[in-house]
Every structure is written in structure tokens, then in C-alpha cells.
């Protein structure tokens, strides 16, 4: 263990370091985290407590410490070693020679801590043991790349025991049907690997000779007699470049073959995307609790899925169209909303509706009203099993791949696809146990709010039992070399006197996966662009100039550049944290104006508390800073159109878009602005640290930090008014980088093969090894789930 410490700092730096940490004054949950002991770190530096010499080893080394626990005496220190990887140790004051400390140690050290007396029974998860199937991955930096990974552990078995798998690919092959019409090959004619490696030759020998200009139907006909069934491809050239990537794989197989051949089977017509909480529809919800840039996400996703597909089944010769269902909740006070009608047809696409299941009560009455995210877990049994219901109903049977989002969305796509027998892909969207600080070990204090307890272990059988996961970086998995992944903060972690959790995911098995979304490129496109300008000068006006109920403050000068944000007023958003930063430096607000869209003005109009706490909190900052003519507030709702048009205008007026949040999961905002031509600054915690390229394409800021991010937006001021091309040449990189990364096309291509590649694995490996996962987790909905839930009521 002192070799980790050694491989940061030297062996005479160890002395100060000890010094320091044991100088910290105790927290008074016994914790102190990352960030706070970095900031106490500086101050020593400043006061001249350590001197120049030592302050890079031990930069190096407390940047890599995630938590530090006050014991009796001791100090435990939990270390990033690499990526994916923490150690835990304990030192003692004057002794430079650290003490390994074990998981299920150091969980029972915390409730101690924590409880200040020996914690009462619980319950103790252990996943690993559970894991002893599939391949696994080694090398952390091939986290998130499962599908390369998969395909590459298949292709090695294809060639290190053809038989088997030759025959595994056969019966898949010939059992293959897409909604009860088989599409591949004739069993009665093509009745073992054998006779499938001479008919390859012979179809392909004639397919060869295919006259240009020959009808796909006669080509059809004649490769039917061979044993061949449409699906191979819509021309015969295409049906010959399939058959070669398969005689590639039966004669020297590669991942490249297998993944090009599995992409190209008509698999996927019918896509359900789960997302049970929130008011999902196509307008006036946005800004709603619950309710933002998941609803954009998943509407944009599903246009984009259904044009993908529908273009990959053609190319396959295959005459279905696609089907996307959208499952959410009905609410019948729907409040002005489309949410009370049971199904929606989305426009932009006549292949996905959206399809509205009710909560129902113990007695089967309908639940009328909205209910917070956090509240819903009590209705998702029953909600499943009528959902269910009614896509069996619309699908004529039921989907070819289902989709979870968020939470509780996760939870009911993965009771859906072990009753349906379908492959399941989750989307987090963002996991709350990272976005609050301490949630799990003040769990009992935030149930009656958040109810935690549920939602943590609805987490843990969703992402244990998923066949993917689909995240939109790599951070939101394994973090980085300095701090914490969302999925990996599930490793293990404790709530005290419920449950204690030694092994809750493994990060190296192939199922996750990253896949950045894209946005509407109709809808965020460059500024530079020609607009209609009635649209515009109306926006203007409400963004700069109309009064109202909805409108707070007038600029002195609005000439000045505009710094622009867009989010709901929520703690975790920070926008607070953003007004104070700007109220508190003099020489920003002479160069730049404030403008925010955000919630409403008025807090007794707030959705929730919180909400309600942070307009009240704003209306206060505003007072003390004596912003009434340097910012504008816009307390309303902005429809997609409008949003577009407004990041143009803020670039028009060469102004930036700024993402304060405390933790972003990915940033959809951060992308539409982007793609708009607006240059970015969003927080360095989370997602935008895979989309921004720092100081290139944009700026990553610590929005814990006021005063550093006030200095990082003057001085971009400042250098763009030395010279426009400042501005300018961020804008043009920020474009740049979303363009060639951020495309919807891009994400569907890679979620179709990526349910295909799963389909194919979930066929040809035995999952007797799994479902004893399965049953495990089964326990788990049943005892430390479902019971508690009940209890809700």
C-alpha cells in the first residue's frame, strides 16, 4: 500500500502530508470529500503552511483521494488509484506506513462513524459472486466499448470451436423470424452448418452471374429454391456482400465480419422506450417538474430511431415497417397538457406514438394527479403489468428490443423483458445518488422527501440486469483518473441500519456502452444561418424588453454581450451559484449583461419546495447584489423552436451560453448550443468534460469555485472585444466538435447493432449462469423493494 502513496509523492513529502490531514478539524458527518480537502489544501498553501517544494506531489496526490474519514486516531483514506479502481487505506499519525482496510471494514468503520454506535442489522448485497459468467473485460479504458468487446469475444470462440458455434450461428440463423415470418434461412432445405456452407457457395456462384437489371424478385425466387429467404438484402449485390461477410465468419472469423454481418440482419422493427415519470408530451411541459431534457432526448430518439430503421429494413430486402412505442403515465388532470389521452401519434414521423398507461390504486382506480419521480415507486408494479397489456395490444405481440430511461423507467423496461423474454438496453439519464451529496448515508433523514431507500435498489437489479447500458460519456461510468463514476459510485456504499452494499455493479463486464446523443438539427442550427425575421425580433423583444408578471429587470445597457442560461430552478442546476458569481465581480457586469430563462418568478407558482427555495434565493441575491439593471429574468417556458431561435440571438449579440450545474449527467444544453454556433462554458463535473475540448471548442469550469469561474468569463470578455476573432473561432470549433460527434444518426446506428449483437449473445451463450443473477435480484424486488414500496401508501 505505502508503493501507491510512493508512485505520487516522495518518501520525505509523506511527513507533511501526514501533517495536513491530521491538522484537518473533524466534519461533523466525520467526512470530508474531495473537493473541500483540495480547497483546505490551498489555503495551507496560501498561509505559507507548506512550502512551494512540496505543493506538486501532494496536488497530485490529494487530487486522487475521494473521502477522507475522521477515525479514532487514524484516518482512512479512500485513494483513486486508476480509473475504475479506489484502494482503501488507514494511517496513523507519525506512521508513514498506510494499512490496507477492506471494503466490508471499512462500510462497518463509516456506520460507526456515522451512527456513532454499532449499526443495527441489515441487509448486505453482494453481486459478485454472481458474475462468473460471460467474458470480462480488463483494461479500464475499454469500459464503455462492450459491444468492440463482445463482438471480439465472439469472433475468438467462432474460431477456437467452430463446431459449436457454427452450429450455435446455424440454428440462429434458421429459428431467426421477425414478427412469426422467418427471414433467413429454410430449415427443410438447409439442415445443418454442412449444407449451409454449400449453399453459401451456390448462391453466391450465382448471384455472381446476376445480370444487372434483374428484378429482386425473380433473384428471390431462385436463392428460395436454395434454402435462402428474403432478408438477406433488398438488390442482389447487397444479398452477395452479406453472404460473403458470412462465409468470412464460418471460414476465418474477425470481429470485423461478425459485427457487419450482425448489423445487417432485419432483427429490430419494434422499439418500446420506457419512461414512466414526468408530463410527456410534445409541448407545454417542458420546465414542468420532472420534466426537461429527458423528454427531449427520447422524443428526438425515437424520430431518429424510426428513419434509421426504416432505412435498414429496406436496404434488407424486408417489407415491415417500424414501430416505436413511447410507454409513459397517464394523468387525467393533465393540466393543458396531451397527457390525459392514451395514445399520441409524435409528429415528425408516423412510426412512433406515444402510449399512456395509468397508475392505478390497490382498488384498480385510476391515480388522476401528477406525482413527483421521487413518489412513484408504489405504482410501477402495477403499472408494468398493465403496460404489458396494452403493448402486446398496439404491437400485435410484443417488441423486438426495449428501452428503459431513468429509474423508474429502468426498473419497469426490466420487468417487461423478463416477462416478455425481450433484450433490455437501460438509459440513466442521470443516477440521483450521485447528484446528492451524502444520499446514501443520510438516507433515513432525506426518505420522507426523495425515498432513496427504493430508488437506489431499483438501480441496482436495473443495471445488474440489463443486457446494456447505453451512457452518453465514459465519466458517467468510471469517472476519471481524479474522481468517481455515477455507475461506479454503486461499487460500494452504505445506508446505515438498512443496508450495506459490498458489490453492487461490476464496471468490467461487457454491457455498458457509450453512445452520445444528437440533437434536432432542424431545430439548433448555426446562427450564421438565414431566419425568418419576424420569429426573431419577437424573441428579442421578450428576451431584452417585455414586461410582466414573467419578466424581471431592465439593462442599462443592453448592448453589452449577453451571458445566457436555461434551466429549471433546481439546487443541482445552480443557477443561484451563477447569479452570485456574477453579482460578486465588478468588472464583469461592465462588460456583460446577465440573461436567464428559468422556471418563474413567483415562488408561490413553484412545483416543488425546492424549486420554491431557489426562486426565493434568487429574489434575495438579486437584492444583495443590486442587479436590477445588469440581469434579466425570464420566468417562463420556452417551446424547442424558441430555444433554438434564442441561442442564435444570444450569438448574434456575441454572447456565451454558460452550464452551471453542479453535476451535469451529460448536457443536452450544452450540445443544442453548440450546434447553434454559441460558444460554451459548462461545469467541469460530468458529461461536458467528453464533450468539451477545454480552451478549444469551449471552457469546463468549477462551479463550486464563484470566483474562478466570474475570472474565466471576464477574461473571455476581455479578449474578445481585444479581437472579434476570439469569439468567433470558439464559436466555429464548438460547431466543429458537435457536428462530427454528436449526431443522432451516429447514436442509432450504434443502439440498433448494439440490440442486435445482444440478441445474437443472449441466443447462443447459456443463461443458466445468469439467471441465478436473476434470481438474486428477484429476492431483492421482492424483500427490499417491493415490500417497502407497499409501505408507501
Not at 410501477?380 to 402486446?392: C, K, Q, S
Not at 426565493?616 to 433554438?644: C, K, P, Q, V
Request: hydrophobic content about 40%; some cysteine; charged content about 25%.
Amino acid at each position: 500500500m505505502s508503493g501507491i502513496i510512493n508512485d505520487f509523492i516522495e518518501e520525505e513529502e509523506l511527513s507533511l502530508l501526514l501533517a495536513f490531514l491530521f491538522s484537518l478539524p473533524k466534519t461533523d458527518n466525520a467526512i470530508i470529500l474531495r473537493n473541500e480537502l483540495l480547497l483546505a489544501f490551498a489555503a495551507a498553501c496560501d498561509a505559507g503552511e507548506i512550502g512551494p517544494e512540496a505543493q506538486p506531489g501532494l496536488w497530485r496526490f490529494l487530487r486522487r483521494v475521494q473521502e477522507m474519514l475522521f477515525g479514532d486516531g487514524e484516518r482512512l483514506v479512500v485513494f483513486r488509484h486508476r480509473k475504475a479502481s479506489c484502494r482503501i487505506f488507514r494511517i496513523f499519525p507519525g506512521d508513514v506506513r498506510p494499512e490496507a482496510v477492506d471494503i466490508p471494514e471499512f462500510l462497518a468503520i463509516k456506520e460507526r462513524l456515522f451512527l456513532g454506535e454499532a449499526a443495527p442489522a441489515r441487509l448486505t448485497v453482494n453481486l459478485a459472486p454472481f458474475y462468473d459468467y460471460g467474458p470480462k473485460l480488463k483494461d479500464p479504458d475499454s469500459i464503455g466499448h462492450g459491444i468492440t468487446f463482445l463482438n471480439r469475444f465472439m469472433s475468438a470462440n467462432l474460431a477456437s470451436q467452430p463446431e459449436k458455434w457454427h452450429n450455435q450461428l446455424y440454428e440462429f440463423l434458421k429459428l431467426h423470424q421477425l414478427h412469426g415470418r422467418p427471414l433467413l434461412l429454410d430449415g427443410t432445405l438447409l439442415r445443418s452448418p454442412a449444407e449451409l456452407d454449400e449453399g453459401l457457395a451456390n448462391a453466391m456462384e450465382y448471384l455472381k452471374r446476376v445480370r444487372p437489371g434483374i428484378g429482386n424478385e425473380q433473384v428471390n425466387q431462385r436463392l428460395g429454391r436454395l434454402g435462402f429467404l428474403p432478408g438477406w438484402g433488398g438488390t442482389a449485390a447487397r444479398i452477395l456482400e452479406t453472404m460473403e461477410l458470412l462465409q468470412g465468419i464460418l471460414e476465418q472469423p474477425s470481429e470485423t465480419f461478425l459485427a457487419e454481418f450482425l448489423a445487417r440482419i432485419p432483427m429490430i422493427s419494434r422499439i418500446v422506450l420506457v419512461s414512466p415519470h414526468g408530463w410527456f408530451a410534445q409541448e407545454g411541459v417542458l420546465g414542468r417538474p420532472d420534466t426537461g431534457g429527458q423528454v427531449v432526448y427520447i422524443l428526438d430518439q425515437a424520430r431518429a430511431l424510426a428513419a434509421h430503421l426504416r432505412r435498414e429494413l429496406r436496404a434488407a430486402g424486408c417489407p415491415v415497417e417500424p414501430e416505436i412505442l413511447i410507454v409513459s403515465r397517464l394523468i387525467p388532470e393533465s393540466d393543458g397538457t396531451t397527457c390525459n389521452q392514451r395514445l399520441e401519434p409524435v409528429r415528425g414521423s408516423r412510426h412512433v406514438r406515444i402510449l399512456r398507461v395509468p397508475f392505478r390504486d390497490a382498488a384498480g382506480n385510476i391515480v388522476p394527479h401528477w406525482i413527483s419521480r421521487f413518489h412513484v415507486w408504489p405504482w410501477l408494479d402495477r403499472f408494468a403489468e398493465e403496460a404489458e397489456a396494452e403493448i402486446r395490444r398496439e404491437l400485435g405481440g410484443r417488441p423486438d428490443l426495449i428501452i428503459g430511461n431513468y429509474s423508474d423507467g429502468n426498473l419497469v423496461a426490466t420487468r417487461l423483458a423478463k416477462s416478455m423474454g425481450v433484450t433490455q438496453g437501460n438509459i440513466a439519464h442521470a443516477l440521483e445518488k450521485s447528484k446528492y451529496l451524502f444520499s446514501s448515508l443520510y438516507w433515513r433523514q432525506l426518505e420522507p422527501d426523495y425515498h432513496f431507500s427504493l430508488q437506489f435498489v431499483a438501480d441496482l437489479i436495473a443495471m445488474n440486469l440489463a443486457n446494456f447500458i447505453v451512457t452518453s460519456t465514459s465519466q458517467e461510468i468510471t469517472g476519471t483518473n481524479e474522481a468517481i463514476g455515477q455507475y461506479e459510485s454503486y461499487r460500494f456504499f452504505t445506508m446505515p441500519g438498512l443496508m450495506q452494499v459490498r458489490c453492487g455493479i461490476n464496471l468490467f463486464h461487457p454491457r455498458f456502452n457509450v453512445i452520445p446523443p444528437g440533437v434536432n438539427e432542424e431545430v439548433f442550427f448555426p446562427y450564421t444561418r438565414e431566419r425568418p425575421a419576424r420569429q426573431t425580433e419577437a424573441l428579442e423583444r421578450l428576451l431584452f424588453e417585455e414586461e410582466g408578471a414573467d419578466f424581471f429587470g431592465r439593462l442599462e445597457d443592453p448592448g453589452l454581450p449577453p451571458i445566457f442560461t436555461i434551466a429549471r430552478l433546481d439546487r443541482i442546476k445552480n443557477i443561484t451559484g451563477l447569479v452570485e458569481a456574477y453579482g460578486r465581480e465588478p468588472e464583469l457586469r461592465k462588460r456583460a449583461n446577465l440573461v436567464l430563462v428559468a422556471s418563474v418568478l413567483d415562488p408561490n407558482r413553484a412545483g416543488d419546495q425546492e424549486e420554491r427555495g431557489e426562486i426565493e434565493r434568487l429574489h434575495g441575491m438579486i437584492e444583495e447584489y443590486g442587479l436590477h439593471g445588469n440581469l434579466r429574468w425570464i420566468g417562463r417556458f420556452l417551446d424547442r423552436a424558441s430555444t433554438g431561435e434564442v441561442y442564435r440571438i444570444i450569438a448574434d449579440r456575441q454572447g456565451v451560453f454558460v452550464q452551471p450545474a453542479l453535476f451535469e449527467a451529460f448536457g443536452l444544453t450544452v450540445l443544442e448550443a453548440m450546434h447553434s454556433g454559441l460558444p460554451v462554458f459548462a461545469t467541469q463535473f460530468g458529461g461536458p468534460l467528453e464533450i468539451i475540448e477545454h480552451e478549444k471548442s469551449g471552457f469546463l469550469v468549477n462551479t463550486t469555485d464563484q470566483a474562478g469561474m466570474a475570472r474565466r468569463f471576464t477574461d473571455f470578455f476581455v479578449k474578445s472585444a481585444d479581437d472579434p476573432r476570439y469569439w468567433q473561432g470558439f464559436s466555429r470549433r464548438g460547431l466543429k466538435r458537435v457536428q462530427s460527434r454528436f449526431t443522432w444518426e451516429k447514436h442509432c446506428r450504434s443502439l440498433v447493432r448494439l440490440g442486435k449483437v445482444h440478441g445474437f449473445w443472449r441466443y447462443s451463450t447459456s443463461q443458466e449462469a445468469k439467471s441465478r443473477l436473476g434470481e438474486y435480484c428477484e429476492l431483492l424486488y421482492q424483500f427490499a423493494f417491493r415490500e417497502r414500496a407497499d409501505r408507501m401508501n
